[in-house]
């Protein structure tokens, strides 16, 4: 069954728009931030991630955002062209602003951290005026993440996308991404969440996304059913309600709830899943797949990204999360 059509004429297959920065993951691993000396970097934001992850597995892509004018925003954007992604509309901030900066802490494989400097940050500098009708004319999919509603002028150049999206007949699609840091009250933050999901076709984020998206609501036994029965009253065709280690399941218009089977990984850290996970989702919910083989693929490529030091650079391409699935299948890889 088919719960959301793409539009089949266009040139791109997908467009994001947000955050762009930089991952600082600490290299001795299995201890804390104070005794790390050494990191690596790479290219971090988890848009940025998820239309990495769409390019890998070979699907056209493009980016809508701003970078600092110094040697890490020279970094994301080189990187993102060697990746096959459009940067056409990846703008250059002159005002000053810095790239933001995200140092990880591995402890171990279950408990990571994230130390977070975003003061200034040039990705929260993109304006309304900055984003390209045309490019997202051209696409079949829009991007929005929750971080880029935190602050103006970024969460007017996230409406305006969302607004050529619509007129040109785009799916749009919401990574919640909740980072409480960026924002000044919760209830902000519910409020431009809340004004945003309602213009989207797939809202993806955890349960703990969505509980803050309802501080206004009443839903005390926090029932997925109930959450995702309002999105279906606005433009949501799936919503995706993510319960971590107990899997996640997506909700369509009919009121069912589907579920996939996980697999185990060789965990290293946590983070990325999400970001992984919603790469390879999107890319079989457009392919037609079912809901269920669409969630399993999406669930084999975050296996893929935490069993790796990165998030970026671990994005696996169509053919290393087949193999995946295959050595799970044969029982190969059984540590969970």
Known sequence: MTYVAFPQAKSLDFVAIGRLCIDLNANEINRPME???TFTKYVGGSPANITIGMSRLGMKTAFIGKIANDQMGRFI???LEKNAIDTSNVVTDYTGATTGLAFTEIKSPTDCSILMYRDNAADLKLMAREVDESLIAKAKVL???GTALAQSPSREAVFQALNYAKKHGAVIVFDLDYRPYTWTSPEETAVYYNLAAEKCDIILGTREEFDMMEQFEHNPHKDDKITAAKWF???AKI????HGKDGSIAYTQDGIGHRAKS???KVVKTFGAGDSYAAGFI?????GWTLEKSMEYGSAAACIVI???SCSDAMPTSAQVEAYIERCNRGEITVS
């Open 239 to 242: 919503v995706i309600i993510k």
């Open 233 to 235: 009253d606005y433009a």
């Open 77 to 79: 954007s080189s990187y």
């Open 307 to 309: 069993s790796s030091h």
């Open 283 to 287: 890319y079989g919910v457009m392919q």
């Open 143 to 145: 991007l929005i993440s």
């Open 35 to 37: 005794e790390t000396m």
């Open 263 to 265: 697999f185990p990984a």
